[in-house]
């Protein structure tokens, strides 16, 4: 088996580029991206993870990307069962985009053992401004009733370059319309720089506003995190 590693190591490693490296107390993990025509785009990655009792490379996931029109459509993703040797399906996102409505659908799927087969399991559509920036989120759940998706969860992302402030909201589907939940403001001062936000909820039960975090960043000169 260590052979077999090694061999795999060196094979890999001689036509795809070093992606990740992480490390702790119980695994160091490689993960590798075979090689494509460009840097942009990734036909595959592999995960390796260091079994410390045998002191071999063992694969732990697995991923393949397929691209439509130059545009990531469809990433599918592995787990290694080693108990019989052989990939098994985890996790599925197909992308479609609608340049027309300005919006990008995804969905996301799992793979069901008891049907051997994927499953949907989350459904999203981003919708985005005409500068190409992030709009809003709308998220779906699937309802039993009516054996349909519906509108669950809505983030929006709204900017004001001249007081350079940022907004993040979340809102509820209730009773046919958007009900905000929450919220994150975030304001800069460019010459302190610092960013200070404040993240507030709704209570549901009393209808009140509730601060529950304030949180200061502070930037270095060429506005990298301090």
């Avoid at 397929?66 to 599918?76: A, H, I, K, P």
Wanted: hydrophobic residues 30%; aromatic residues 14%; contains cysteine.
């Amino acid at each position: 088996m260590r052979i077999i590693s090694l061999l795999l190591l060196m094979l890999v490693s001689g036509f795809s580029g070093f992606s990740q490296f992480l490390s702790g107390d119980c695994c160091t993990c490689y993960a590798y991206e075979y090689g494509s025509q460009s840097n942009y785009f990734r036909d595959s990655s592999l995960y390796l993870m260091l079994n410390r009792e045998t002191e071999d490379w063992e694969e732990s996931s697995f991923a393949r990307y397929n691209y439509d029109n130059r545009r990531l459509s469809e990433t599918v993703s592995y787990y290694f069962d080693h108990d019989n040797y052989q990939r098994v399906g985890s996790f599925m996102q197909i992308k479609t985009p609608d340049p027309e409505n300005k919006n990008i659908k995804r969905l996301q799927y799992r793979w069901d053992k008891d049907f051997q087969n994927w499953k949907e399991s989350s459904r999203s559509v981003s919708y985005y401004k005409e500068n190409k920036k992030l709009s809003h989120t709308v998220n779906f759940k699937y309802d039993e009733l009516s054996a349909d998706w519906v509108k669950n969860i809505r983030n929006e992302s709204t900017s004001n370059s001249k007081l350079s402030a940022t907004s993040n909201a979340m809102k509820k589907w209730v009773s046919g319309k958007w009900l905000t939940t929450s919220e994150n403001n975030c304001t800069d001062d460019l010459v302190k720089l610092q960013r200070t936000c404040i993240s507030s909820s709704l209570n549901e039960e009393t209808g009140l506003w509730e601060t529950s975090r304030k949180t200061l960043y502070q930037y270095n000169t060429d506005m990298r995190l301090a």
